[in-house]
Every structure is written in C-alpha cells, then in structure tokens.
C-alpha cells in the first residue's frame, strides 16, 4: 500500500462514521410512538387548482394539446392577444407554463410574465417570481428578494407563499399565520409538521388530527381523504376500515377525483394496493386485519371507480387502468389498449413527469406501440425536465448505446446520467462511476473517482453497482482513494442545488 493510501485510511474511516451518524435518522421505521403512521409531511399533499376561468383555462388546454411546434406557437400567440388586452392571468398562467411546465422551460419568459402579473397584484405571480430569485432561474439569485416577494405574496393571502415562508424560515408560525387566514392548505400542511416532526415540533397525533378536522370543516376534500387514510391504518384515531370506506365514498360521491380514485387502489389487486400502501400508507405491513371487509379485492369495481375518477378529472386513474390491461386483471391483456390509457394520462396532465417515462417506456420498450427511439428520447427528455430523476437512466441510456438513428454520444450519456447521479438515481451513480473508470465521455480515465461513484451507488442499493465493485482494475490502493473521492463527492451533493438546470450548470464530477 502506498504512504498516500496508508495516510487516508484514518481521514476516510472517520468521514464515513460522521456520514452514517448524520443519517442516523433512517435506521428506523417510519412509524414512531409504537403505533401505526402514514406517510405525512409537509409538501406532500399540496394540491394545485388553477381557476383561470373559462377563456383562459381553454386557451392554456390548447397550450398542453398542441402536438407539434406550429400548433404550440399559434396556442401561444392566442394566449398572448389576451395578455397584450390586459389579462392579468393570462399573463401568469403564460409564466408558470415557461417556468413549471414547458418541455423546454425558459425563465427568462416566465420572469417577463410573472412581473407583468405581479405589476396588477396578482397574488399567485407574485409567489412565483419569488421562487425565480429563491432558486437563482433567468435571474440571480437573491433570498432577500425572494422572501419580500414571498412576504407581499402572503399579504394577498396567498396559500404557496406562506408554505414557501415556512420553508425559507424553518418556522411553523407563518403556516399558523396562514391557518388563521381561512387558508386549509396551511392547515393541512402544519398538521404534516406536526405528524412528522418538521419545523422543530413535537410529533402530536392529536395536534394533526385536530388540523384536519379543521380544515375539513371549513370544506377541504384533501384534509378529508387524508382523515381517510388515518382511519384505515389507525393512525392518531381509531382504526377502522369500514369508516375509511365511508369518508372515502362520501368524497367520491359528491365528485372528488382523488378520493374515487384511492378508492379503486384499494379494491384492486394486490400490486397496486401494496403499491399505494407502501408509497402512501406507512408500507403494506400495515394493512389492517379488517381491510378485506371494507375492501374486498374486486378487479371490476376497481375498474369502474377509475372510469368514474377519470370523468371527475383523475389523470392517475388512467395510468391504473394501463396497470389492469398490461396484465390482463379484471380484462384481457391489451397492450395497446394500456398504452392508450397512459398516452390520455399525458393528455389529461403533460407537465406530469412520471407520465412523460411511462409514455416514454411505451416507444422504447416498444409495449403496446411501435419502437421508436425519437419519440422516446423526446418524452425522456420532457420527463427529466419536469423532474423524474429516474428518465435520466432512460436517457442517458439513449446516448449511452445509441437507439435507432439517435447515435451514440459517450459525452452526452455522461452529462444524463451525471444530472440524475446528482438528483441520487443511484443506477446513474453507477454508470457515472462505469464511464470514469474507463474514461467514457470524460478527457480520461479515473478509476478512483469511478470507484467512489459506483461505491456511493452500491451504499445506495444498487445491486449492479455492487457487482462493479468487485473489478480488479479495483486494486487495494485504488479502492483507499476511491473511498477519500467517495467522501468527497457526499459533501459536495449535500450543497447540490435541487433545479436540475443549475445542476447542469456545475459540471463538477
């Protein structure tokens, strides 16, 4: 071993140590107390309802159905006239579509339209342009800035800017502050605050419960359908699957899309329903012994609660009715028929990501449409940019081997799977770490920094990445620097910025 590697030995053993005492945190469950908790946390449930009112909400669909460039730029000529006549949401609504919503976001436009919003006091504009200046896009960033902005947002009484407050602040008193406004989407979220123990407060069941009951009174279905799920796990009241179906059914009935939707999760099959456990309800270990009273599996009437949740306006629904007819559950198999139901899933919501990969998945993996490999690099790409860091894999697999007539660009698979290495997809962390070590898409090869990506990965669960560990190019000396690079790289993304656009802007590697 060499004086350098023996010199590093101590300095990474103890950098490792204080990295795994930092994530102490994650040794335990989910639940706390002994009984049994939901996933509930401030952010998660923040239901976004635009009402733009009939012309501009019809101008903006043309906006999301356009198929090709000239029908874009001629649905947003038509939302311009409305912003050149005076219209202050025409206006905002233009912003958020080149700020959240774009394949190709352009900040620069949406601060443009945002400020010319903000300029006739429009509340939710001005929340925005301060997530711009939070967030450093088409501006510099400013925080002081974008506090004010948030600040004057709140004055307005506007809903995001007392959680962007809480957020920036670390404090529950601006949610308490927007709570007494009548806001029940401050409501909700301080009582996530109180179930998970964000903000610095005290977990409190009782605390939570008494926030959602506050909010459902003053008319919130969110707060009720999360009272729902309190029921069916029993978690701060008591459990009981039979009330869950209730409060679920009431939702439904008076045209919740969600709550007709959880609905059908819950009487589906038991892939999905240990999926919507397991992402939304604590985990399928929980499943309550008198579940299949309330909900007995029952394919067919999972299927028409999300034909129902679809009309209410439910774009997930669709995606789960791909899920019966790719495996044939309550219907025979029909590959195309479940390719449909995503392709009107990304219709129903284009700016959702999860949508854009699984559409994606369809071109590339050819299921139920024919292969082809520029339409999927395209939906990868809009799915990367609107946030799935998994599409990066999908993408950066494109370049990677090359997929049709998109060509193989070592420099361009690298740059992929670097953002979503970033973002923590650990198999990009792998592949990153692949492509170093033998010096693809890099000026030359770097077997210790490969080996302190790939050993992140393997830390991360990667099984393929732990296979790669066992290369012999991964000599002992190698392995003693990679694991100094390894510490090296953790520090650096704990300061990574979350927009993958000032990822991309920081090429470190």
Known sequence: ???LAEWLVIPVTIVLLVVLFLHRDHWGTQTFGGHRSIRFYPGQYARVVLNSGEAVSAAMKAV???SDPAALNAAIANVQKMVDAGDTEAAFRLGRFYHLESAEPNYEL??????TAVYEQHAWATNNLGILYREGLGVRQDLQKAYDYFEQASRHKN???????????????WLEKGAATGCTMCLIQEAAAYHSGSYDVRRDTNKTVELLRKASALGDPQATL?????YLVGDGVPQSS???????????????????NRLGELFADNQILHYTFDHF???????PADFTSAFPQEPARAIRYWELANQQGSCQALVNLSSFYDRGVGVSTDHRKAADYVDGAVHCDSSDSFYLWKLGMRYFDANGRTKDCVVAEKLFTESLAHGYADAAVNLGYIYDKGCGPVAEDDARAFHIYLLGAKQGVALCQNNVGAMLKHGRGVQSADPARGYGWIKLAALNGDPLANKNLQDPLFTPEVRVVGLAHLADIQG????????????MRDPWY
Do not use: C, H
């Open 159 to 173: 809903p995001w800017a007392y959680t962007n407050l809480a957020a920036m602040t670390g404090s529950i008193e």
């Open 242 to 260: 039979r009330k869950s179906f209730e409060t679920l059914k009431t939702l439904s009935d008076g045209g919740d899309a969600d709550a007709t």
């Open 110 to 115: 949406a601060l443009k339209y945002y400020e």
């Open 64 to 66: 999301y159905a356009a």
């Open 226 to 230: 999360i009272i729902a799920d309190l």
């Open 492 to 503: 650096r993304l704990v300061a990574n910025p979350a927009d993958p656009q000032a990822i």
């Open 281 to 287: 309800l604590g985990g399928s270990g929980q499943i």
């Open 1 to 3: 071993m060499s004086r």
